[in-house]
């Protein structure tokens, strides 16, 4: 059941670990709309979009995955003209409830793969409040798989590439790895980058970082 996680899922389980991200404030406020971006970069690894040259997100097969947050968003992206990256991102950016939408299908998913278990809260015994909790201790069998496959020898997936991709535009890696191991996953990334095997993640590896330069510079705007 672990194994059969979409990066969206892995990066919203990883964003929910409040002991490693509570003092990233900012960095949670835009945690749905990096989970949208991250269901575009598994649309990729399923062949089901396709970044071009100038950025273009090219729709290649429309039809349902069975994973609703995934759909939902295939299904925004089918009914507007292309796009760029950059303008998906300004585009979720701008209808907030459309990202917290797809955001909300990501999570009661892993609520209902049994890897999240929502517990109800008070603040200050008063408001209201929902604590997402590991009870599958998911989040470590994320960060040794990343371990497993990239800091040792043996076989490497191109999804655990594309997640150490995702995590690392928002340091979210500071979290799990040492400063050796971080530098490590670097140099093996630009190792695999020279493989034809993993050619597609530099496109993908390019989209990311378009995705995040608009957000951010959404962001600046916006304040």
Request: with cysteine; aromatic share 8%; proline share 2%.
């Amino acid at each position: 059941m672990l194994k059969d996680l979409t990066i969206p899922q892995e990066f919203v389980l990883l964003a929910l670990d409040r002991e490693t991200n509570k003092l990233k404030s900012i960095f949670r406020q835009h945690i749905a709309l990096y989970t949208v971006m991250a269901c575009l970069v598994e649309l990729s690894l399923k062949g089901k979009v396709q970044f071009e040259d100038d950025n273009t997100v090219t729709i290649l097969d429309s039809t349902p995955t069975g994973d609703k947050a995934i759909d939902r968003l295939l299904e925004i992206m089918t009914s507007k003209k292309p796009k760029k990256v950059k303008n998906w991102a300004s585009y979720f950016y701008q209808h907030w409830y459309k990202q917290r939408e797809i955001y909300k299908l990501v999570v009661e998913s892993l609520v209902e793969k049994d890897v999240l278990k929502v517990e109800n809260t008070e603040i200050l015994f008063v408001l209201p409040k929902k604590k997402y909790v590991d009870v599958a201790s998911t989040r470590n069998y994320i960060v040794e798989k990343i371990r497993a496959e990239l800091l040792e020898e043996g076989n490497v997936e191109e999804h655990t590439v594309v997640l150490v991709l995702f995590l690392n535009t928002k340091k979210m890696l500071n979290d799990y790895f040492s400063d050796f191991e971080r530098r490590e996953l670097k140099r093996k990334i630009e190792q695999l980058k020279k493989e034809k095997v993993f050619e597609t993640i530099k496109s993908i590896d390019k989209a990311i970082r378009n995705m995040d330069a608009a957000i951010t510079t959404s962001a600046s705007a916006a304040t």
